[in-house]
């Protein structure tokens, strides 16, 4: 097991995390944290589910506030009552924004978060619950409440760790990860796995690059180029800050699908309109898309191209 302690930062890195999940070759996660920064919990929360990790929460350790939503990332997750703490997101404009654009960016944020939420299979009533609580006054849930919100989705009995073992030097045997659901063809997992990435666009900054973050390999076959992650990460950046406030609408009848072995292509056609408030710009169109998926138990995309029809 990897026990990941203290505060999370602003834009904090985390390939630190990587590096210790591979040295450790720990399976389960466990936290001490009483929260912090939320876009780098969600980072956290989906780095985690991406590589199949499981997420432990004891009660005489802390995970409250963003620490929670990390929590979420978790494939299986088992937590002992009262050890998880939540309340309303503390979303704070930044500075200089007039009252509409703070206005737009909570709301937004708010809307990331909900959406992150339902992403991890998590009810999002538990953002309704967590709305009538402000910091000073955290609510730590029950185990019926953790298991009625799917917090928690298995019983402590099938926990995949034993909690005696987190001070203890782990089993490096590493667990093998979970398989994708039998039921599902690849076909629409592909589509799935897209409309998810499409719509993730529009989020909030933070949790949109947490997205892109999740969602590629390594390197990818960029618009025709092979490119290294943190190169995609970095033109999406530049992206979203030149364009703060975006909306993607695929147009379902537009999308083409088709697989062989582990790889499916999806294309298809979206509306897009993006707005600067800043200087009271506008702009709004359709675009073509076309990526590679490599399909597994955490579908990656390996290439990707479109372009701007007008």
């Known amino acids: 097991m990897l026990v990941v302690s203290g505060e999370f930062g602003a834009n904090e890195p985390l390939n630190a995390f990587d590096d210790a999940v591979a040295s450790s070759r720990a399976r389960v996660i466990v936290f001490n944290s009483p929260g912090g920064n939320v876009g780098s919990a969600i980072r956290l929360g989906r780095m985690i589910r991406a590589a199949g990790l499981d997420t432990l929460q004891l009660r005489q350790l802390q995970c409250a506030s963003a620490c929670s939503l990390a929590f979420l990332g978790g494939v299986h997750r088992v937590a002992e009552p009262g050890s998880i703490g939540i ?173 062989a072995i582990d790889r499916c292509m999806v294309s298809g056609i979206y509306d897009w309109i993006v707005r600067r408030p800043s200087t009271h710009k506008q702009e709004k169109g359709v675009a073509d898309f076309s990526y590679t998926i490599s399909i597994g138990p955490y579908p990656k995309i390996i290439a990707e191209t479109g372009d701007v029809q007008r």
């Open 87 to 259: 309340h309303r997101p503390s979303l704070k404009p930044a500075d200089g924004m007039s009252n509409e654009e703070a206005k737009a960016r909570v709301q937004f944020g708010t809307a990331a978060i909900i959406a992150y939420v339902i992403e991890m299979g998590v009810d999002p009533k538990l953002m309704e619950l967590a709305s009538s609580y402000d910091r000073h006054d955290i609510r730590y849930l029950s185990a019926s409440e953790m298991a009625e919100l799917r917090v928690t989705n298995a019983a402590a009995n099938q926990s995949p760790a034993d909690a005696s073992q987190v001070s203890t030097t782990p089993n490096p045997a590493p667990a093998p990860a979970p398989a994708p659901d039998a039921r599902q063809q690849p076909e629409s997992v592909a589509v799935a796995f897209v409309r998810d990435l499409i719509e993730h666009h529009g989020d909030n900054n933070d949790f949109a690059l947490a997205q892109v973050q999740a969602s590629y390999a390594p390197t990818v076959d960029y618009h025709g180029k092979l490119t290294n992650l943190s190169s995609i990460v970095q033109d999406k950046r530049n992206y979203y800050q030149r364009w703060p406030e975006r909306a993607y609408k695929i147009r379902n009848d537009s999308i083409v699908v088709s697989c």
